[in-house]
């Protein structure tokens, strides 16, 4: 039962520390980063297992984790206001062809990474775009402007 609680509370402190690094940071992951990533997996097992190596403590610490992900789902699923504290909420970054810098700021993007997914989605230019969101999971839809300045084409790329 020990193994359970503290996977609980490491699911819990996981959680938020995915949610307060942001939606751009997990799809732009350097080297270093994915590094580190696998060293904390370590270090969170052994904070969960306390060095217990047994095919029963790894197998509630991954059980825990699954039933907590599956809860949230349902949460989500069952209470749809909760959706934007659990999952986060689209972010407008460009409106008519100008970007929004304090939602860049949020998010901690810059200029040159916008300009780069409009390049990828085939997009010249910042005034050729009506709208540009940044999706809860880290990847950006743009709307194009057409010749009037309405909305036409959508496009979806994801941050490298």
């Known amino acids: 039962m020990d193994v359970v609680l503290r996977a609980t509370a490491m699911f819990f ?57 599956l809860v949230l789902g349902w949460l989500v699923y069952l209470f749809p206001r909760l959706k934007g504290a659990l999952e986060g909420e689209p972010r407008v970054i460009v409106r008519h062809g100008e970007l929004l810098e304090a939602n860049l ?35 950006i839809s743009f709307i194009k402007r057409d010749g009037g300045g309405e909305s036409r084409q959508r496009n979806e790329t994801s941050p490298t």
């Open 13 to 69: 402190i996981l959680f938020l520390l995915v949610r307060l690094l942001g939606k751009r940071e997990l799809g732009q992951m350097t080297p270093f980063e994915v590094v580190v990533l696998v060293v904390m997996g370590d270090l969170i097992q052994q904070g969960i297992t306390h060095n217990d190596f047994s095919l029963t403590g790894a197998t509630l610490a991954i059980v825990t984790f699954a039933f907590w992900g």
């Open 105 to 139: 700021r949020r998010d901690r993007m810059t200029r040159g990474e916008v300009e780069s997914e409009m390049r990828l989605a085939g997009i010249a230019r910042m005034a050729d775009v009506d709208w540009a969101i940044l999706e809860p999971s880290g990847k």
